[in-house]
């Protein structure tokens, strides 16, 4: 008895036919001898009925069914009486007279229930992971995923963009985050890397005349992980040649235009909003700036250069910035709930947050005596006060006042309500810096990667202020998460020579780090550049999710562990001898799996 | 200066336009102070045209131009003069007039000719891989790689498969091929390994319910590899529930048939033939038999079991089989001939072949003094025997037979050209033996894996003669190549209890290797089944190449080295110590790589 139909599909169109239905018992009722059993499929629910009427021996058969047997049924579809339509099925005005049953398999009564909203701890929802699918919005988030894939490809086919599969098994890199590394059985002493990602790969596609490649990459980093980190995640990689950063951003516009109309119904205006990236900083204190909402930060430094209050006067003269958020109409926050914001400000480097509230007309707080008249004249209008405005200042180096008002911000905007969680705002943060000082190591380092194109103005910069290149780099940020990010690369030989130089080394040393590419580079580079979008992250703002585990099938803990198959595991010893390694235990005690389980 | 058009694109209906190019040079030719560029993309190649009279001082930057320079031009679409037509170019009836040229980047001499049909050595191709995928055959390959991918997908996704993306980084398994490891830098002294293939992760997406799932999924096989085999490759994985084989094959069938339609343009006749396992192997000596040519295996055992050739009576009463191929018209052959045939049965584990040529309506032939006369006449009919036939016997046992004759009837099938090489000849072959008898652990093992599931009509096999039972499993074969497989896979726990106990260990022991597995099993397991395609393989064939490398945009040779990075290689000893391992010395010398870096 294999099915005809599926569950979910069945409507008063469908009235009158007989039907095949397989699908897992989602609850069972038993009124006065008669049977009602929802049945599930990846549809949906429908409602069979076994009545001694119609259904004969079925209704005995049925009578042992329980919650997730698996049943074959035949039956025939019938409208129901008007009063026992279910408005919450999208089958609830008909059900389905069965007359033949097959108990398909048995079942265990399952850890938790499969339903959606269930409060169960993750790691029991990992753990039995096959389960947890089965709940419908686990299943609709993995059908959006596919979809949303299907959508990439298809607009991307149709563009001329070439799928490549590119390799897993890689030389590991000096550059970038920690790799995964794979022992070679064959050449023993000797490791593949997983890639971080195809960035190589793709570029040397480029310099084969692809001219058009994307790829939905898998990609591996072996970092500490955060509750938006995985070990392994996919990316939608993106490279093209012969076409500028102003070409190409405007058609991965075109591409997130249709993904969200296919998917979310979503009509997004075009263009996106450019921002530079210093004016996100400055505006927002985030390369990823949350812009469903206003409440900008204002730099005041000007303003309170030589002001009575000290901390920002000496701030001002040491190099530092002051900045001030105008919180409207929050001037009737509690005591309590400024304190509040002191370990708040710590939390992102900050040493304090002044604060300000303008009641009846009068500016009132700790600092307040020691602004001049001009000053409060000069901050309300900066920050356009008015009564009732809670105004917060704070002072330090550029890129704590930064993370501390940025994040402030976004604080505020959530407690106030501002953001619009319905909305998908997305802009592209442009004019990243080519290089950044490291401090530590008294050289510049390149804030994308060393082949990361400058912009054509700014090259004579390399050698007055290389920090104040600005590179053809861009990201693409939605709601204040970064979805996809890249760069026009370097393709002409003397650009990347300065651009070695500046980073402090020799074409030779670059040589040794980059050996096979530079060589490529020789041979006739078109210019070219490219975009990797964040799919699984893309994926969990699609379907309204936070948490990046509810988007991927088979994801692992904070810890890196699967809780479904227990990888990692030891292996046999006869394993390693063949790859040519061994094991050192770690000094001291194993740290224990069970608490780092637990996810943020 | 951006391409408006691509180079190969260009034709008698663009004459008159203005067009901007961007392209590497092929080749350039000055013929009396008119310099011609043969200017190549992804597309193709067209002329361009640079003269005194329209070209001005691009003439000059253009004759600085070498090849594989980088171009971008403009200029006007003209049609030729008639007598320079060049019809082996698409675009040959035009030519562009160049009024502009930038010289987007230069190039090196190639280290070989960038176009098809290069005689060079894979090794240098592979080491200069980015410009081997130059050559339009490399190109095309990709590409039809690519498009390959997307009807798979279109299909699937038109038959509400869905696509979920499985982990890499998986639970090492005890069973299958070789692993490959990675070394967890979080939990000392304990790996993961890289999938074999979604296998286990497919049927848990079963037990969730998602009905149809598929993957073009990255697969990994730490074994010594072959000119068709490589560490990492691609399949085409599908599962499904709630079918049953016939239709899983139909549909799959559905899928073959717009797979070639839209690639190669041929219309494959459904359904495809089905031919047992048994019959296989007895007609063709393989259970991926090529079927474009007859020439099929007889079995006389029956026939010489009495035979005064003495060999043939006592294999055929020790057990084994007598076999002929019957070589229609090689009577002729020459003793030399005849000769190397012994050492090529050698190959194949064959004490030897047998032969009787029919010349002059005579038998001839070392053996022929031995048969009976009614053995001649039985033989005659059997073998279809005439005038001018060459009869080649091998006896020994069954396997070793198939081993020798099958591989005998490929090399007459080539040696005859009995082989259309245009065409493409589908067969499943399906019923396969479920077990196979492990002569050295004396115990069956599943020759498929254990959970395939049995024909139900051979289920009573278990008690009586388990080596006899039949699975639902499948092979899907093309021109004599294995391109896909699959199984229907055991649901039901009693089928599940009696394959493990035919295998020889308990439910519990059984729980110690598949533990998460099994317990999955018990939550509701729907019918299911699938298959998986060999990607890379059935791109070769679409791409009419016999090399799994050339369908590979980045391979590794057969010693798994990637020449073009040369990984695998040494790492940094700080990472190793973040993992925990150390590497072991082989004893004795390292083996050198390069005698191996040769390509069968």
């Given at each position: ?10 409507s008063?169109a469908?009235?009158?036919?007989t ?16 049977l ?8 949906g ?9 119609f259904?004969?021996e ?5 009578d042992?069914?329980?919650n ?5 049924v ?16 999208a ?20 850890p ?7 409060e169960?701890?993750?790691?029991l ?10 709940r ?6 993995l ?11 298809d607009?991307?086919d149709g ?16 550059e970038g985050a920690?790799?995964?590394l ?11 890397a997983?890639p ?10 480029m ?12 990609c ?20 093209t040649?012969?076409?500028n ?23 997004l205006p ?9 004016d996100?900083?400055n505006?927002?204190?985030?390369d ?31 190099g ?16 309590k ?5 002191q ?10 947050l ?36 809670l105004l ?11 993370d501390?008002?940025?994040?402030l ?6 407690d ?20 950044g ?7 510049y ?10 912009k ?12 104040a ?8 940020v ?7 990010g ?21 074409m030779?040393e ?42 991927i ?27 040519h ?20």
């Open positions: 008895m294999l099915k005809t139909h599926h569950c979910g599909s069945l008063k469908d009235v009158g036919q039907v095949i239905l397989n699908g897992w018992v989602q609850r069972r009722r038993d009124l006065g001898g008669v009602f059993i929802d049945l599930r499929d990846r549809s629910i429908v409602q069979i009925v076994f009545n001694p009427d259904s004969g079925a209704l005995e058969i049925a042992r069914a329980r997730e047997f698996v049943l074959a035949k039956g025939d579809v019938v409208e129901r009486d008007p009063e026992t339509f279910n408005a919450n099925l089958t609830g005005e008909i059900e389905v007279r069965v007359t033949e049953i097959e108990v398909l398999n048995t079942a265990k009564t399952p938790f229930p499969i339903e959606d909203g269930v169960v701890d993750e790691s929802r990992l753990k039995y992971r096959y389960l947890d699918l089965r419908p919005e686990m299943q609709n988030t059908l959006l995923r596919s979809k949303s894939a299907k959508i990439f490809r607009f991307l563009k001329e963009f070439v799928e490549v599969e590119t390799p897993i098994l890689i030389k590991s890199s000096p920690r790799d995964y794979v022992p070679s059985r064959v050449h023993p002493e000797e490791f593949f997983l971080q990602s195809p960035q190589i790969y793709k570029q040397l596609l310099v084969s005349g692809l001219e058009k490649y994307y790829q939905i990459a898998r591996f980093r072996d970092e500490d992980l955060r509750a938006d980190r995985q070990p392994e995640f996919t990316q939608v990689d993106i490279e040649s012969f076409m950063q102003d070409q190409l951003l405007g058609l991965m516009e075109q591409l997130m235009v249709r993904l969200f109309k296919e998917t979310v119904n979503v009509d075009v263009p996106f909003q450019r921002i530079s990236h210093a996100a900083m505006k927002y204190g985030s990823k700036p949350d812009l469903r909402f206003g409440l900008e930060i204002e730099e005041i430094t000007d303003i309170v250069s030589t002001s009575d209050v000290k901390v920002f006067a000496s701030i001002a003269a040491g530092g910035v002051v900045k001030a958020i105008n919180a409207k109409g929050c001037a009737s926050w509690s005591r709930e400024l304190d509040d914001l370990p708040f400000a710590a939390r992102y480097g900050g040493k304090g002044a604060w300000v509230t303008v009641k009846e007309g009068e500016w009132r707080g700790p600092i307040v005596k020691f602004f001049k008249p001009e000053e409060i004249e000069a901050l309300t209008e900066r920050l356009g006060v008015e009564e009732g405005d917060l200042f704070s002072a330090d180096k550029k890129k704590v006042v930064a501390v008002l940025g994040n911000r976004l604080k505020i905007g959530r106030l309500g501002l953001i619009n969680e319905s909305e998908y705002k997305f802009a592209w943060v442009v004019d990243f810096p080519l290089l000082w490291d401090e530590e190591a008294k050289r380092v390149a804030e994308h990667h060393p082949f990361t194109r400058p054509d103005e700014d090259l004579h910069l390399f050698e007055s202020d290389p920090g290149i600005r590179a053809q780099a861009y990201d693409l939605l709601n204040g998460y970064e979805v996809g890249g760069s026009m690369r370097i393709f002409k030989r003397d650009v990347q020579e300065k651009m070695f130089h500046a980073l402090g080394f020799t030779e670059a040589h040794d780090k980059f050996g096979y590419l530079l060589d490529a580079f020789e041979y006739g580079t078109p210019p070219h550049g490219g975009i990797a979008f964040g799919f699984d992250r893309l994926v969990m703002l699609l379907a309204g999710r936070t948490n990046l585990r509810e988007t099938a088979f994801p692992k803990t904070a810890s890196a562990t699967e809780l479904l198959s227990g990888a990692p595991s030891p292996v046999d010893l006869s394993q390693l001898e063949q790859l390694i061994r094991t050192v235990p770690k000094p001291g005690v194993k740290p224990a799996a069970a608490p780092t389980e637990q996810q943020a």
